[in-house]
């Protein structure tokens, strides 16, 4: 079996210990391992701050991002192999790994034009800076510059390649090197990046490193300039975030966790504007099995188009065929592991305490091949809430897999906010309706609990990607229970790995300490 090793320190390093087994989750098959104990990760980070970061500065943004350009080619020319190892070790469709791989290289690609045109410079000003006091030659201004630290990125087993790819643009564009923890269960696509970016990347040395297998004392050795970017879930995030030595040295720490994000149809709508509404929900709820962070769980509904709604979804969610995701005809494939598998069934009969299953269920899915009977696999779900002011397990409770729930409400605006605040911060909640007056009050109401708010309408059906998807040029991440964290969202991704200090001086100085 292969054996998976990390990239630290300038080498590929295999550990001791027990084996973490990957699995191909369709057949439970085991694929490869790992071993993760006795790497030295003190080390690796110390490599990063001597060589990886005084190489990446000295670069300046604009060749930092022509190495953003280069990474981005040359993971996309290897673009098949990648999607075949999402489809082995993910349980993606092809289409699923697309939505990872393509992701990934088009978020590199993203970065490397914004920061094109940042020029050669070291610092980069933050806003126009103002006079202090009477003279006009006192003046004070903004200034960013990188941290000269590691910026650790810690994944979810979701999205190994984008997970991987989002952070490192923000990072190195930034000036920062860094070191990536992939999500075990599904390194194999973190590592096969790896490979090929160090072969083939021309990245200065230092400037990316791979821990395969677990963190062990990693964050243990984080101090004052590093940074910790992790996306996983909200417990995991609890833990990290109280951790005794990241407080003691203010480790900068950006936390991409669970969400229950909302669906809300307004109670007016254009034909095109109510096929845009089902056409996303079905997308949300299936794709990637429904493990993905943006995913719609909450579907609300005004009372009097709940029937409607319900029947739309059935018929549309019953053609869609679940199976090994090598198969072309298979829109739905596994959850990624078995302990995914059994928490999204456990989570399924907490819901159903509050809500009724009409489609699908915690029970085994039949008629699958032999080859896929120790697969991991969920039958798309569909509940309606019993009583959605009263459904807390529904606003509360994550089920990671292709699971949402119709939750009946007034038709207000008020109302719809008021249920869609119980999920207590979300990455996105999308509105679908026509009435100008209406969508404005949605909007007010969403936004101090949405990270982002995706806006249905006949305008936007034909162009609109679906709430699902997170762009460069929009920030992810959500106040509450998302985590409170904030990425991407342009030039703004680059803050979290900067400084912003404040410069006073004489103005014709100041001036040229930015150019
Ligand atoms: P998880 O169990 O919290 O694991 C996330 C990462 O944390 C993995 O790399 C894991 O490593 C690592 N980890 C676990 N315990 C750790 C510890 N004590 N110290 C250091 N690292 C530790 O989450 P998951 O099951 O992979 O991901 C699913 C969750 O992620 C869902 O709740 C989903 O909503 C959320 N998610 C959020 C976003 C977002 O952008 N907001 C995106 C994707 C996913 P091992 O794999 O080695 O255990």
Known sequence: ???????????????????????????????????????????????????????????????????????????????????????????????????????????????????????????????EGTQLGRSPRFFGRHLLAPRHGVAVQINAFNFPAWGFAEKAAC????????????????????????????????????SIQLLSGAAGDLLDHLGPQDLLAFTGSADTGLELRGRRNLLQHSVRVNIEADSLNAAVLAPSFEEETYDLFLQDVVRELTQKAGQKCTAIRRILVPDDAVERVRADLLERLSQYVVGDPARPDVRVGPLATRRQLEDARAGLRRLSECATIVLGGPDPVEDLPEANRAGYFLRPTLLIAKDSRRADAVHQHEVFGPVATLLPYDGTAAGAGELVSRGHGCLVSSAYGDDRRWMREIVEALLPWNGRIYLGSAQAAGVAPGPGVALPDLVHGGPGRAGGGQELGGLRGLDFYMQRTAVQGFKGLLDRLSS
């Open 1 to 127: 079996m292969t054996t998976l090793k990390s990239y630290l320190c300038g080498r590929w390093q295999a550990g001791g210990g027990e084996p973490a087994v990957l699995v191909n989750p369709a057949t439970a098959q085991a694929l490869a391992e790992v071993r993760s104990d006795g790497l030295d990760r003190a080390a690796a980070l110390a490599h990063a701050r001597e060589a990886g970061g005084p190489a990446l500065r000295t670069l300046g943004f604009a060749r930092r991002a022509e190495l953003l350009d280069r990474m981005s080619k040359v993971l996309h020319e290897r673009r098949d192999e990648l999607l075949e190892i999402a489809i082995q070790n993910g349980g993606n469709t092809r289409s699923d790994a697309k939505f990872d791989v393509d992701g990934a290289t088009s978020t590199l690609a993203a970065y490397a034009r914004l920061g094109a045109a940042l020029g050669d410079g070291q610092v980069l000003p933050d806003g």
């Open 171 to 206: 990072a190195l564009l930034a000036g920062v090197p860094l070191l990536c923890k992939p999500a075990t269960s599904t390194c194999l696509l973190a590592v096969r990046m790896f490979e090929i970016l160090v072969e083939h990347g021309e990245l200065p040395e230092g």
